[in-house]
T-cell receptor
Framework: GAGVSQSPSNKVTEKGKDVELRCDPISGHTALYWYRQRLGQGLEFLIY????????KSGLPSDRFSAERTGESVSTLTIQRTQQEDSAVYLCASGPTHEQYFGPGTRLTVT | DQQVKQNSPSLSVQEGRISILNCDYTNSMFDYFLWYKKYPAEGPTFLISISSIKDKNEDGRFTVFLNKSAKHLSLHIVPSQPGDSAVYFC??????????FGGGTRLMVKP
């Protein structure tokens, strides 16, 4: 079956520009998560959506980061006024509960 | 404060032998533990998980052991194959919320 998909796979942007990253979860998965992995570092939690509950935004590093999810479907992660330290692989995961299945990630490079 | 730690950054094993990957955690509230495998430029791939109410879970060549009193889990791969060479992450969650990851262990299986 189809896994988690993310687009774009790669994004190069200039410092100060806004970017939007997209995640299509596995159909039927109620939970959706965003993580990022900066070069040489571990995976950092960003935000978590579960059904119609208010998202857990506790991992977002600054107010330049926001995310939305339409029902139990697509999610977009938006980074405004990108900075060089935002360069990372942004990973989306979805799951029924407990187990999370990851997409291939979007590699964001801020120049 | 690293709640999940993988103290061995790398491990080298001969093909056919057992690989043992270790993980320690500090938060006793974690109720579910997972192991992921990651190849370069790909998202983490779910391998195996274990609930905190169990002490062992087996799936083919992969077995995860949980020692709650020691706050320690391990992943055993028997027999190891060259295709198992990757970075392995342990992760923990509370009630299906966001995953807290260890720093990863790079496994190299030599033919």
């Amino acid at each position: 079956g189809a896994g988690v998909s993310q687009s774009p796979s790669n994004k190069v942007t200039e410092k100060g520009k806004d970017v939007e990253l997209r995640c299509d979860p596995i159909s039927g998965h109620t939970a959706l998560y965003w993580y990022r992995q900066r070069l040489g570092q571990g995976l950092e939690f960003l935000i978590y959506f579960q059904g119609n509950s208010a998202p857990d935004k506790s991992g977002l590093p600054s107010d330049r980061f926001s995310a939305e999810r339409t029902g139990e479907s697509v999610s977009t992660l938006t980074i405004q006024r990108t900075q060089q330290e935002d360069s990372a692989v942004y990973l989306c995961a979805s799951g029924p509960t407990h187990e999370q299945y990851f997409g291939p990630g979007t590699r964001l490079t801020v120049t | 404060d690293q709640q999940v730690k993988q103290n061995s950054p790398s491990l080298s094993v001969q093909e056919g032998r057992i690989s043992i990957l270790n993980c320690d955690y500090t938060n006793s509230m974690f109720d579910y533990f997972l192991w992921y495998k990651k190849y370069p430029a790909e998202g983490p791939t779910f391998l195996i998980s274990i609930s905190s109410i169990k002490d062992k879970n087996e799936d083919g060549r992969f077995t995860v052991f949980l020692n709650k009193s020691a706050k320690h889990l391990s992943l055993h791969i028997v027999p190891s194959q060259p295709g198992d060479s990757a970075v392995y992450f342990c992760a923990a969650t509370i009630a299906g919320n966001m995953l807290t990851f260890g720093g990863g262990t790079r496994l190299m299986v030599k033919p």
